[in-house]
């Protein structure tokens, strides 16, 4: 299994050697979201199309 360490390592190795530390750090938050997003959507953590409009519309 891997690690969080190397999964982080992986992300960061595959962005530009001139990349800054904000880039990098969007692009290590941005997995993250994805990794916790995909694992919502896995346990049925979801909602439909409907309710995120809803949502959207309140928030605004």
Aim: no cysteine; aromatic share 4%; net charge neutral.
């Amino acid at each position: 299994m891997i690690t969080v360490k190397e999964k982080m390592t992986n992300i960061i190795d595959s962005q530009p050697d001139d990349s800054s530390y904000e880039e990098l750090l969007r692009e290590l938050a941005f997995n993250r979201m994805i990794e916790r997003g995909l694992k919502d959507s896995r346990e049925g953590r979801i909602i439909s199309n409907e309710e995120m409009r809803m949502r959207i519309r309140k928030f605004q």
